[in-house]
T-cell receptor, first 113, second 114 residues
């Protein structure tokens, strides 16, 4: 089976812009979770989607949003980018909701200038 | 409140010597426990998992971990470190059917000295 894929792998944006990141889960996996990883804050949970519904949400402002499509692919959107949004954004998929056993993609490195 | 604590943010060992990465969790419930490894600029990879079967769990690359309920610990060990083990390691606890929470530790960076 193909692993979790994330596109793009690298992205450079300027403050105030918006960005959309994409994640394709492993075939058959219905749960997709998103994480933000920075040197200062470490790994932080953004949200989880399961069967097209947001099931869990971390403590992030409303500028961070996501969705999941019927084929389980997911997108994450960040509006009005701030410098502090520069991070590695990781997507993980799982066959079950809220499972600690997740399969991670390689991440999207977002740089906000 | 449920939590997971990785007691060391950095650990340095010499190549060929044992590795010990410590993880403690707090909970009244029986958790599932996981260790993940992240190499530089890569995603996380599952090393091993404990889900209420054998308390000594063997994972990939020679790593293993022992679930000790009395100590609420799930320490990761390896008998002999290799240079390729240099990475960041995350301890994760999940509580199925209990608020559906997954909690990541803050990570331990493992340095291997030649």
């Amino acid at each position: 089976k193909a692993g979790v894929t994330q596109t793009p792998r690298y992205l450079i944006k300027t403050r105030g812009q918006q960005v959309t990141l994409s994640c394709s889960p492993i075939s058959g996996h219905r749960s997709v979770s998103w994480y933000q990883q920075t040197p200062g804050q470490g790994l932080q949970f953004l949200f989880e989607y399961f069967s097209e519904t947001q099931r869990n949400k971390g403590n992030f402002p409303g500028r961070f949003s996501g969705r999941q499509f019927s084929n389980s692919r997911s997108e994450m959107n960040v509006s009005t980018l701030e410098l502090g949004d520069s991070a590695l954004y990781l997507c993980a998929s799982s066959p079950r909701q809220s499972s600690g056993e997740q399969f991670f993609g390689p991440g999207t490195r977002l740089t906000v200038l | 409140a449920q939590s997971v604590t990785q007691l060391d943010s950095h650990v340095s060992v010499s190549e060929g010597t044992p590795v010990l990465l410590r993880c403690n969790y707090s909970s009244s419930y029986s958790p599932s426990l996981f260790w993940y490894v992240q190499h530089p600029n890569k995603g996380l990879q599952l090393l091993l998992k404990y889900t209420s079967a054998a308390t000594l769990v063997k994972g990939i690359n020679g790593f293993e971990a022992e679930f000790k309920k009395s100590e609420t610990s799930f320490h990761l060990t390896k008998p002999s470190a290799h240079m390729s083990d240099a990475a960041e390691y995350f301890c994760v606890v999940s509580y199925m059917n209990r608020d559906d929470k997954i909690i990541f530790g803050k990570g331990t960076r493992l340095h291997i000295l030649p």
